[in-house]
T-cell receptor, first 114, second 109 residues
């Protein structure tokens, strides 16, 4: 079956602009995660959805970052007023039921803020 | 504050020899650990895991060892193959997933 799909694969934007990053999880997976990976670092947790609700959003760095999952499948990570420091690879992962389940990752969206 | 640390950013090993990747953690409440492997331009893929009630888990050429008293785990790959060349991330589960910074393994043919 299809894996986790993230679009776009690359996004270049200007400082101050708004961006949306999309994640299509594996069909049937109830848990969805967003991570940010900066150069030379490991993935850093941002937010975790169980179904439609954000079960843990403690990793979102500030209120410019927001994520939704309105129907419990596709999720969108939204970044307002982008800053150069937001440049990173944004990874999405899904798992069948969250908890200690294995997470399956997409290839990520590389965001570059100029 | 980095709760999971991989202090070796890179490692080179000859094909056929053993690769040992190390990981240290600070939070004694972590009770489940995983290793992920990442190729360039791809997302991390799950490799092997271990629960804190065990000290060893083996899957083919891959073995993970856990030393809870030292808060240390290691991944052994034997024999190493050129296709194993990738970045390896250690992860720990507490209230969320915590990843290390990764170790880039190069297996030399």
């Amino acid at each position: 079956g299809a894996g986790v799909s993230q679009t776009p694969s690359n996004k270049v934007t200007e400082k101050g602009k708004y961006v949306e990053l999309r994640c299509d999880p594996i069909s049937g997976h109830t848990a969805l995660y967003w991570y940010r990976q900066s150069l030379g670092q490991g993935p850093e947790f941002l937010i975790y959805f169980q179904g439609t609700g954000a079960a843990d959003d403690s990793g979102l760095p500030n209120d410019r970052f927001f994520a939704v999952r309105p129907e419990g499948s596709v999720s969108t990570l939204k970044i307002q007023r982008t800053e150069r420091g937001d440049s990173a690879v944004y990874l999405c992962a899904s798992s069948p039921d969250g908890g200690k389940g294995i997470q399956y990752f997409g290839a990520g969206t590389r965001l570059s803020v100029l | 504050d980095q709760q999971v640390k991989q202090n070796s950013p890179s490692l080179s090993v000859q094909e056929g020899r053993i690769s040992i990747l190390n990981c240290d953690y600070t939070n004694s409440m972590f009770d489940y650990f995983l290793w992920y492997k990442k190729y360039p331009a791809e997302g991390p893929t799950f490799l092997i895991s271990i629960s804190s009630i065990k000290d060893k888990n083996e899957d083919g050429r891959f073995t993970v060892f856990l030393n809870k008293s030292a808060k240390h785990l290691s991944l052994h790959i034997v024999p190493s193959q050129p296709g194993d060349s990738a970045v390896y991330f250690c992860a720990a589960i507490g209230n969320q997933f915590y990843f290390g910074t990764g170790t880039s393994l190069t297996v030399i043919p």
